[in-house]
Protein backbone atom coordinates (compact mmCIF):
# COMPACT_ATOMS: atom_id res chain seq x y z
CA UNK A 1 0.00 0.00 0.00
CA UNK A 2 2.82 2.76 0.44
CA UNK A 3 3.46 2.28 -3.86
CA UNK A 4 -0.19 3.95 -3.86
CA UNK A 5 0.71 6.75 -0.93
CA UNK A 6 3.67 7.21 -3.04
CA UNK A 7 2.14 7.65 -6.32
CA UNK A 8 -0.46 10.26 -4.49
CA UNK A 9 2.22 11.88 -3.16
CA UNK A 10 3.93 12.21 -6.60
CA UNK A 11 0.35 13.31 -8.12
CA UNK A 12 -0.15 15.96 -6.07
CA UNK A 13 3.27 17.36 -6.44
CA UNK A 14 4.04 17.23 -2.59
CA UNK A 15 7.12 16.53 -0.23
CA UNK A 16 7.14 13.10 0.75
CA UNK A 17 8.97 14.17 4.48
CA UNK A 18 6.40 16.87 5.00
CA UNK A 19 3.42 14.54 4.46
CA UNK A 20 5.13 12.01 6.69
CA UNK A 21 4.96 14.55 9.46
CA UNK A 22 1.65 15.85 8.58
CA UNK A 23 0.20 12.07 8.96
CA UNK A 24 2.46 11.85 12.51
CA UNK A 25 1.21 15.02 13.84
CA UNK A 26 -2.57 13.50 13.56
CA UNK A 27 -1.57 10.43 14.68
CA UNK A 28 -2.41 8.57 11.08
CA UNK A 29 1.05 6.87 10.95
CA UNK A 30 3.69 5.55 13.31
CA UNK A 31 6.27 8.26 14.32
CA UNK A 32 8.55 5.48 13.68
CA UNK A 33 7.88 5.81 9.86
CA UNK A 34 11.26 7.96 8.39
CA UNK A 35 10.08 6.66 4.51
CA UNK A 36 6.75 6.26 2.72
CA UNK A 37 7.78 2.51 2.66
CA UNK A 38 7.48 2.86 6.41
CA UNK A 39 3.46 3.37 6.22
CA UNK A 40 1.90 -0.25 6.84
CA UNK A 41 -1.75 1.39 5.79
CA UNK A 42 -1.25 3.53 2.88
CA UNK A 43 -5.16 3.69 2.44
CA UNK A 44 -5.54 5.33 5.27
CA UNK A 45 -3.12 7.87 5.05
CA UNK A 46 -4.23 8.84 1.59
CA UNK A 47 -7.82 9.06 2.85
CA UNK A 48 -6.66 11.52 5.85
CA UNK A 49 -5.06 13.35 3.25
CA UNK A 50 -8.17 13.67 1.17
CA UNK A 51 -9.98 15.51 3.92
CA UNK A 52 -7.03 17.53 4.81
CA UNK A 53 -6.97 20.85 2.42
CA UNK A 54 -3.77 19.99 0.60
CA UNK A 55 -2.51 23.73 -0.11
CA UNK A 56 -1.19 23.81 3.54
CA UNK A 57 1.21 21.02 2.46
CA UNK A 58 1.76 22.98 -0.85
CA UNK A 59 2.48 26.17 1.13
CA UNK A 60 5.04 24.54 3.23
CA UNK A 61 6.86 23.10 0.03
CA UNK A 62 7.01 26.05 -1.12
CA UNK A 63 8.90 27.74 1.44
CA UNK A 64 10.84 24.99 1.84
CA UNK A 65 12.11 25.04 -1.46
CA UNK A 66 12.53 29.26 -1.07
CA UNK A 67 14.94 29.40 2.05
Keep these: MSESLRAYIAAHGLDA???LNCLQDHGVISDNAVDVADVGNGGVAIVRLEKRDLRALRAR???RRAA
Design 17 to 19: RLV
Design 61 to 63: EEV
